[in-house]
């Protein structure tokens, strides 16, 4: 089992693999997810983007479970994440029984859905902002100030991988992945809920398998999930290109 450095230490690794051909921008915000919630011990995480575009939107959520996704759509308006969005600087974990009046009815779905602390970190680099990630727990203390300062620091780690994906490769391809996000998402999450009961297993080991056979067989995430929720299984892996004839043009 891996310390929590190590886990640390990957996670910083995963973060600085955009670079490879066949990159995966839904794969990359939803193992941050992941990797957040495991190390910080909280109860859910989400990333909110504005990008490309001016409205905040949720790629990649955890888990969207009907309770945590009516919070999101919440918080796209008001709270924390829109707050470390506007001003690109740190919202500390704040009590919701003790939120500012701003917060509305985020503050008030928030509590209802079992929060007690919700905080934020921007997603920024020098003067570009592109969203924030929402951290939320239902436990009795708040966030560590030093497990904040490192969240900043794999935002800040994911932001300047998204830029250079986007600086690096076909930009109109990253902005599509984008873009279709919320969709993709959907599409993951029955995929793990699917592999979950028909393999006896939780949706993170789900999510690890459906992770593992996109990435062994250079596929996308989200073109794996979708034939899962499909078909009921796995896609093959692609089958390798016919060998030329040297004689053939």
């Given amino acids: 089992m891996m310390s929590r450095e190590q886990k640390i230490a990957e996670t910083?690794?995963?973060?600085?693999?955009?670079?490879?051909?066949?990159?995966?921008?839904?794969?990359?915000l939803q193992q941050l997810t992941v990797r957040c919630r495991d190390i910080f011990a909280v109860s859910d995480v989400a990333v909110l983007l504005g990008y490309p575009g001016p409205q905040l939107y949720s790629p990649a959520p955890c888990d969207p479970s009907p309770t945590l996704a009516t919070v999101l759509d919440l918080a796209l308006g008001e709270g924390p994440a829109v707050e470390a969005y506007r001003t690109a600087s740190v919202i500390s974990p704040g009590n919701l029984a003790t939120a500012?009046?701003?917060?509305?009815?985020?503050?008030?779905?928030?509590?209802?859905?079992?929060?007690?602390?919700?905080?934020a970190v921007p997603?920024?680099?020098?003067?570009?902002?592109?969203?924030?990630?929402?951290?939320?727990?239902?436990?009795?203390?708040?966030?560590?100030?030093?497990?904040?300062?490192m969240a900043q620091a794999f935002a800040?780690?994911?932001?300047?991988?998204?830029?250079?994906?986007r600086a690096l490769k076909d930009t109109e391809t990253v902005n599509a992945?984008?873009?279709?996000?919320?969709?993709?998402?959907?599409?993951?999450?029955?995929?793990?809920?699917?592999?979950?009961?028909?393999?006896?297993?939780s949706l993170d080991d789900a999510f690890t398998a459906l992770r593992r056979h996109a990435r062994t067989h250079r596929l996308l995430l989200t073109a794996v999930a979708?034939?899962?929720?499909?078909?009921g299984g796995l896609p093959l892996p692609p089958a390798a290109a016919p060998r030329r004839h040297p004689a053939e043009g």
């Fill in 123 to 149: 997603m920024r680099l020098r003067e570009d902002t592109l969203g924030s990630m929402l951290l939320l727990r239902a436990t009795d203390s708040p966030l560590p100030a030093d497990d904040l300062v």
């Fill in 12 to 28: 910083f690794v995963e973060l600085a693999d955009t670079l490879v051909a066949d990159f995966d921008v839904i794969d990359f």
């Fill in 226 to 231: 979708r034939h899962v929720v499909d078909t």
């Fill in 100 to 119: 500012p009046v701003a917060w509305g009815d985020f503050t008030v779905q928030a509590r209802e859905a079992g929060y007690t602390y919700a905080s």
């Fill in 156 to 165: 800040d780690a994911a932001t300047i991988g998204l830029l250079h994906a």
């Fill in 177 to 201: 992945q984008l873009h279709t996000a919320l969709h993709s998402r959907i599409t993951i999450e029955q995929a793990k809920g699917f592999l979950a009961a028909h393999r006896n297993t």
